[in-house]
């Protein structure tokens, strides 16, 4: 298989001194394409041929060419991971406190399994994350915060050929993110 990307990553930061404090921006984005330009099978020998019943070479060869790399596998590299991502985050530190929150969008995909009429898209979604902390002693920090604050999940399966067989609902081969919703936390840091 020969695969091509093409893409652009860009990163920007700005910070600057706001109140009493220390107010940091930053701004990423990454913009990606993946085509699957060639898939390479190997010659298929005479005698492979007769063994199974076979005669014509490049027919043949599509078969395997199909079996081994399908639709769907093509897919997993040209459409189930998004083109798109952008992320934004805020940082402002007013002496031992910290507040830190920021955004990630990912862009749509698609699933193409190998029948057609199963193809699902699925929107672009955004989650947000959250933390303030505090240094409560020299060495000693607490935060609270979370990571998907909003409780977002993907999109699941609107086509019932697409849900697996213990039902679950959001698919397996187009991830983004993940499929546990909100994660929320307290923590205790000491440094020795």
């Known amino acids: ?13 700005w910070g600057a001194g706001i109140g009493a404090g220390a107010l ?17 099978i190997p010659e298929i020998t005479a005698a492979f041929r007769e063994a ?3 005669a014509s070479g490049d027919a043949e060869r599509e078969v395997i060419r199909n079996t081994l790399f399908n639709r769907e596998e093509r897919n997993r590299f040209e459409d189930a ?5 952008i992320g934004l985050s805020a940082r402002y530190d007013l002496g031992s406190l910290s507040l830190l929150t920021g955004a990630t969008w990912y862009g749509p995909v698609e699933y193409k399994p190998a029948n057609t009429d199963h193809d699902e898209t699925f929107d672009g979604r955004t989650i947000i994350d959250l933390d303030v902390g505090r240094d409560l002693l020299p060495g000693v920090r607490l935060a609270v915060g979370a990571n998907n604050l909003l409780n977002t999940f993907p999109e699941e399966h609107e086509k ?7 039902g679950f609902v959001y698919s397996r081969r187009v991830p983004r ?10 923590r205790l840091s000491l440094d020795l």
């Open 1 to 13: 298989m020969n695969p091509s990307t093409r893409g652009v990553d860009l990163v920007a930061t």
């Open 81 to 85: 991971l998004p083109r798109t991502k």
């Open 24 to 40: 940091t921006l930053s701004a990423a984005a990454n913009l990606t394409g993946t085509s699957v330009d060639e898939i390479n």
């Open 160 to 166: 019932q050929a697409n849900i697996g067989s213990r």
């Open 52 to 54: 199974n019943g076979r």
């Open 177 to 186: 993110f993940g499929v546990n919703g909100g994660f929320y936390y307290g």
